[in-house]
């Protein structure tokens, strides 16, 4: 174990470029929103000052309107498509003038990282000052999420594009891409020349991504205009559970550090309402879980995917229907032969056990579901997902994600996407050292 773990801050030191982190070489050569929130809770727990570089960089890239975009291109790299020329993120009148970035966001993580650092830190008043110094910017994000993402006032923020929901090709989205006719775009993947493309989304699926991003451009990334207008537009269990967690965390620092009582009431508004909302119109009682909302067609997508596990991490859900979501967990993707948890239902003919967001094992869910399990008193499943994320990142490396079935992984050949990838490193120090 002690190899592994020193393999795993190796991974964190070669994808660090002096002030903030790549999620692996080639693939995603630039800075990730949800990427760089998960690598410093890795970095919190041998080089604190990475940990906060990383944060502050990240915060550094956001908009005047509190906005913090999903890719923050640092370099002028070559090895992905689409960059900057093609994200125009200038065309937002609010947008950062020190960074070319995208204009969507992703998972708003940042305010349970700065908890999680907090919780690793060996010198906790260090860390609080460095907390204090950088909390009122991830409140100005929370405040665009409230104000700009939730047209209908009811504690729950859309995400636009796929790529906003971190999981980036899931089967659900065919419900939406069913929906789309767009245009066969031309354009040079670049994804495909470094993994595999049994592994990665189809050229049709990208047309669909970038005409979302046309439309969005179209109309200057205004958040009015995008809720007006784009095809995509759904209310994420996942994303919502997220922003959820960040809330109390930001809550719970708040009252730490002391006088900030207004803020502190109006996250915990945002709280009270979310929270309800989240429990009201995202769990599907039929099936058991939470799923998503199409607000474009308003009507739930009635899919089981990791991500319907998610609101456990911020501790929504009643004792009862806990119980009743761990017990699907466990029929549908919990058998002897496979791994926690495939990222989509195993038992649908949309589940795919090889691509991406169609079916593996991704570390950053595991963690979340880890702690999720923990938090809620499922003690033996918690210990279950550890041990599984353990087993798979032994068996095959520091991958980006995983095949959920067992017989998969008995030559060593069951990670696919990016090699040496870092959230994947940094959650395995987290998931050890506890
Ligand atoms: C990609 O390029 O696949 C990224 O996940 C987009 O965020």
Redesign the pocket.
């Given at each position: 174990m002690k190899d592994l773990q020193n393999n795993a801050i190796t991974v964190l030191n070669n994808n660090w470029k002096d002030k903030f982190s790549i999620p692996c070489a080639k693939?995603?050569p630039f800075q990730?929103f949800w990427d760089s929130g998960l690598i410093a809770i890795g970095f919190a727990h041998f080089d604190m000052p990475k940990a906060e570089k990383e944060i502050e960089t990240l915060l550094d890239a956001q908009w005047s309107n509190g906005f913090i975009p999903?890719?923050i291109f640092h370099t002028e790299s070559d090895s992905?498509f689409p960059g900057p020329d093609f994200h125009r993120s200038d065309l937002h009148p609010q947008s950062s003038e020190k960074y070319k970035s995208t204009g969507m966001t992703?998972p708003p993580v940042t305010g349970f990282v700065l908890q999680d650092l907090y919780r690793i830190s060996k010198n906790k008043k260090a860390t609080l000052s460095f907390i204090e110094s950088t909390i009122d910017k991830v409140y100005k994000n929370h405040e665009y999420f409230y104000n700009q993402r939730d047209p209908q006032n009811e504690g729950l923020v859309y995400i636009y594009h796929n790529?906003e929901s971190?999981t980036?090709n899931s089967p659900i989205w065919d419900d939406i891409w069913d929906t789309m006719n767009p245009p066969e775009y031309t354009f040079e993947r670049r994804?495909t020349t470094h993994v595999d493309a049994t592994q990665?989304?189809s050229k049709r699926e990208y047309d669909h991504y970038l005409h979302i991003i046309e439309i969005a451009k179209q109309n200057n990334y205004n958040d009015q205009k995008i809720a007006q207008l784009s095809p995509f537009l759904i209310q994420d269990p996942l994303f919502n559970a997220v922003l959820l967690k960040s809330n109390q965390s930001l809550i719970d620092l708040y009252g730490i550090i002391g006088n900030n009582e207004d803020k502190i009431e109006q996250l915990q508004k945002w709280q009270k309402k979310g929270t309800e909302s989240i429990n009201s119109k995202l769990y599907d009682s039929e099936l058991g879980v939470y799923v998503h909302y199409d607000l474009r067609n308003e009507k739930l997508l009635r899919h089981i995917s990791s991500s319907s596990f998610t609101p456990l991490f911020a501790n929504l859900p009643s004792k009862e229907r806990a119980k009743k979501m761990v017990d699907i967990m466990m029929a549908k993707f919990g058998d002897s032969d496979q791994y926690l948890c495939a990222s989509f239902d195993p038992t649908s003919d949309r589940f795919n056990p090889k691509k991406?967001w169609r079916g593996p094992v991704w570390v950053n869910l595991n963690w979340m579901l880890y702690y999720g399990l923990k938090q809620n008193g499922f003690d033996d499943v918690a210990k279950r997902i550890k041990e599984d994320t353990i087993e798979i990142i032994k068996n095959n490396g520091f991958y980006e994600y995983f095949d959920p079935r067992k017989e998969a992984h008995k030559d060593g050949k069951a990670g696919y996407g990016g090699h040496n990838f870092s959230w994947s490193a940094a959650l395995f120090l987290d998931l050890i050292n506890q």
């Open positions: 693939l995603y990730w999903h890719i992905y992703q790529w971190g980036d994804d990665r989304p991406y």
